[in-house]
């Protein structure tokens, strides 16, 4: 491989790893909000047990976050330079502001709320709970308008040509709301939400297979459970507006997610399948005309297919891969909404603590938010090859002109083998603070918690 | 927001410098700390230790991260030349950011000693070689590096380990171990506290005899940085302020007023940044052998429209992270006390 497929291999393999921790510190913080919030109103100690609890994770996952995302910062430049350069003037001022406004917000009032318990009064501790939340929801924005913006870029003009050619800001809010960042953001918040609500779930309904620290685990439950639910049901809402921006701005793109060739009207959708790249076809049960409807509301409309969108197919992704990772990401969805229905139903009947299959089902329910997110992600950045900003800048053209294969080679290995041993420790002590539990003294506020 | 006449690309170079000055004043002395930390023995003395920075240095690491995606924003060139062409440095100066950034969190988490050793270790030599690889890169950067007709960097990995940059590199690492020893003598007492009277002197004269060497290297070998301050005299008066500083840190020390010991390190780490910046100005990355390929504030920069876009930006959030940042640094005032919920 050369320079260029390493970086992206490197790219994918940093992002994907970073993109574990993020998303769970967005849910648990908006988690944290609603536990703290619950013990202002009721005084129950059980809340402030529960939110120490989740605090401490929350700040292991957050060091975590910090550690593998200042390599992507410095990843465009190291790696995709001539990218850098290209996008600098549009999209860096995005990142700019990510720091000012998301990182400085969350990484201040962080301190309060892993370290100012006994500092601060309860109401200032909620507030900096609801600032560490607002920093991490911020922080999404800024980068999801970034890479928005490569989906479907506007507010810009080309400035020079050829390989000194670059785009310029001619309109900072046509930028900011480009025709895919609302529906974008919106999409990537409901699944950090899910990360968030189905770790809380995961982990109390161990306790409750377990019989352990019971009125904690149902507290905790009775908050994630109604967050995953609101969550995987908006997550279908506004997947469908984001494929309906995909059918509109990205045909390509949407054509790969169904593997669909022939511009069809009536076009079916894919339950699951398989696409066959070289004789251009694709095999898998599918529902007739479902597709012209998600995209266009309307079964009799065409949905524009490959050999129309990109009849050279050097302009195509690679199908098959775009296809799997959208139709994963899909299931997943599906199957989330209906574990947090299940859930819920047996939870308002009381029932939930004795059924261990639902139980089982619950505890490895974690894994869902991050296979659909990750997915979703790859469906969404491999869906967009060959093109790094979409039409204007393809990939092959985007990597640091003096970078060595052999370099990225080196960083590649230093990398795996840093966010390996990063990855089992942090495991390692997810489970050593699971298995301990909640501690039995939080029941008891000390310092200026104990007066209000 | 329109700033009429204002030279956006001299406004942006002084926002880096503040910027950049501003992370080696906070996270300086939390990477000093860092390097001080295998000195320290006992437990119970590093866990100290490791808790004077434990609330601020996740914030005071974004004055890092804010200051790249400043670069990227406001000179493209200079963050692609720089970052690409620094690659191997850089991704070292990663995983040192990363080591030292999850030694933190990881290392009181278990009671067991080897565990504690290789996190203690790992938080140390993270802070060093970070400190240690900004040093070499800034030193580069100050001293010039081969740049081709594109503002490409044509050197390798080895052009960037030359005496003069791995001076400048000891001497940051001297600058923040004198600046976190001053800064923990600060925010603690008890056995800790007395260990660090021990330390912090010789920590500030490792800096002292550092900075004349290095001193008189730039005189050396990277003459340029000094010909503005002989065509304007007046500017001597930035270097002798930074000298006064440093000797009022040794005098404050001796007398054991730590507090303006600190403030006079803030000024010294403050005036070495301006007076780097002054002597660059208007150059970003300065090319050698060839001159006229260099980086500078013109031709690296974006349009104008997102200077100001930035400006605005800048305008609006520099308040309030003052604002945030003074108030979390006064509700952690105060020596430092070990509770549960301590790192």
């Known amino acids: 491989m050369d320079a260029i497929g390493l970086s992206r291999v490197q790219f994918a393999l940093t992002a994907a790893f970073h993109y ?3 998303p769970m510190s967005i849910g648990l913080g908006l988690l944290l909000v609603f536990i703290e919030a619950a013990w202002l109103k009721t005084g129950n100690a059980l809340y402030h047990q529960m939110a120490r609890f989740w605090t401490r994770v929350f700040g292991l996952i957050f060091a975590m976050g910090v550690a593998t995302g200042i390599v992507m910062e410095f990843e465009f430049g190291t790696n995709w330079a001539a990218y850098s350069r290209f996008v600098g003037d549009v999209f860096g001022s995005a990142l700019a502001a990510e720091g000012i406004f998301a990182f400085f917000l969350e990484s201040g009032f962080l301190a309060v709320l892993l370290f100012g318990w006994d500092k601060v009064s309860r109401t200032f501790h909620f507030v900096s709970t609801c600032m560490v939340c607002l920093g991490a929801h911020f922080s999404a924005i800024w980068i999801v308008v970034a890479n928005s913006w490569m989906q479907t870029p506007a507010g810009f003009h080309i400035v020079g040509e050829g390989a000194s050619a670059r785009a310029e800001i001619t309109d900072f809010w046509a930028m900011v709301f480009n025709p895919s960042s609302i529906d974008r953001l919106f999409h990537t918040l409901c699944g950090a939400w899910q990360a968030g609500a189905f770790l809380v779930i995961s982990v109390s309904a161990w306790y409750l297979l377990k019989r352990k620290h019971m009125d904690f685990a149902r507290a905790a439950i009775r908050i994630a459970l109604p967050v995953a639910l609101v969550g995987s049901l908006l997550q279908l809402f506004s997947g469908h507006i984001s494929a309906q921006g995909v059918a509109k701005n990205q045909p390509v793109k949407l054509a790969a997610f169904e593997g669909l060739y022939d511009t069809t009207s009536n076009a079916p959708l894919r339950m699951f399948g398989w696409v066959d790249e070289k004789s251009e076809s694709v095999i898998g049960p599918a529902i007739p005309s479902l597709l012209s409807v998600l995209a266009h509301n309307d079964p009799s409309k065409p949905v524009t297919g490959l050999r129309e969108a990109a009849p050279d197919p050097k302009d195509r992704p690679p199908v098959n891969m775009t296809f799997q ?5 899909v299931a997943v969805g599906f199957g989330l909404i209906f574990i947090s229905v299940l859930g819920l139903y047996h939870m308002r009947r009381g029932s939930l603590a004795d059924n261990r299959w639902l139980l089982w089902l619950l505890v490895i329910s974690v894994l869902g938010p991050h296979i659909a997110n990750q997915a979703g992600w790859f469906a969404a950045e491999v869906g967009r090859q060959p093109w790094i900003v979409q039409g204007l800048l393809r990939t092959s053209d985007a990597v640091s002109p003096v970078l060595k294969a052999d370099a990225v080679i080196a960083s590649i290995f230093l990398f795996t083998a840093v966010y390996l041993l990063l990855f089992a420790v942090f495991i390692y002590l997810l489970n050593d ?11 008891v506020p000390t310092g200026k918690l104990a007066r209000g | 927001m329109d700033f009429g006449t204002l030279d956006l690309n001299t ?6 410098a503040v910027l950049f000055a501003g992370y ?6 939390d990477l000093g700390v860092g390097a001080l930390h295998l000195f320290v023995k006992g437990d119970n003395e590093r866990r100290t230790l490791l808790n004077t920075i434990g609330p601020v240095w996740d914030g005071n690491e974004v004055w890092l991260v804010t200051g790249g995606g400043a670069l990227f924003a406001a000179f493209p060139n200079v963050y692609a030349t720089v970052f690409s062409g620094f690659y191997l440095a850089l991704v070292l100066l990663l995983v040192s950011l990363i080591f030292r950034a999850v030694a933190i969190e990881f290392r009181s988490k278990r009671e067991s000693k080897l565990w504690r050793g290789v996190w203690d270790t790992s938080f140390s030599l993270g802070s060093l070689l970070s400190g240690f690889l900004l040093g070499v890169a800034f030193g580069n950067i100050a001293a010039g590096i081969p740049l081709d007709a594109r503002g490409e960097f044509t050197g390798s990995f080895w052009t960037l380990l030359r005496p003069y940059p791995i001076m400048v590199g000891l001497t940051s690492i001297a600058l923040f171990t004198m ?5 923990a003598l600060l925010k603690t007492n008890g056995t800790v506290h007395e260990k660090l009277r ?4 010789r920590a500030i004269w490792f800096f002292v005899v550092c900075y004349a060497l ?11 940085l000094v010909e503005r301050f002989m065509s304007r005299p007046w500017l001597f008066c930035l270097a002798i302020v930074n000298l006064l500083a440093i000797a009022n840190v040794v005098r404050e020390i001796r007398r054991r007023r730590d507090w303006a010991a600190f403030m006079s390190s803030c000024v010294a780490v403050i005036m070495l940044l301006a007076i780097c910046a002054i002597g660059m100005y208007p150059n970003l990355v300065l090319s050698a052998p060839n001159p006229e390929h260099s980086l500078t504030i013109r031709n690296a920069a974006s349009s104008q429209k997102t200077l100001s876009v930035m400006l605005t930006i800048a305008l609006i959030g520099m308040p309030l992270v003052i604002g945030y940042t003074s108030s979390i640094y006064y509700i952690f005032r105060g020596k430092v006390k070990l509770d549960r919920a301590s790192y």
Do not use: C
């Open chain 1, 20 to 22: 574990l921790y993020p």
């Open chain 1, 325 to 329: 990772f959208f139709h994963l990401m």
């Open chain 1, 433 to 443: 603070k699971i298995q301990h539990g909640p501690d039995e003294s939080d029941l």
């Open chain 2, 11 to 16: 406004t942006w170079f002084i926002l880096i």
């Open chain 2, 24 to 29: 080696a004043v906070l996270d300086g002395f």
């Open chain 2, 179 to 183: 600046h976190g020893s001053i800064y």
């Open chain 2, 198 to 201: 021990v330390w912090a002197p």
């Open chain 2, 214 to 224: 290095l001193t008189i290297a730039t005189f050396v070998w990277a003459s340029h």
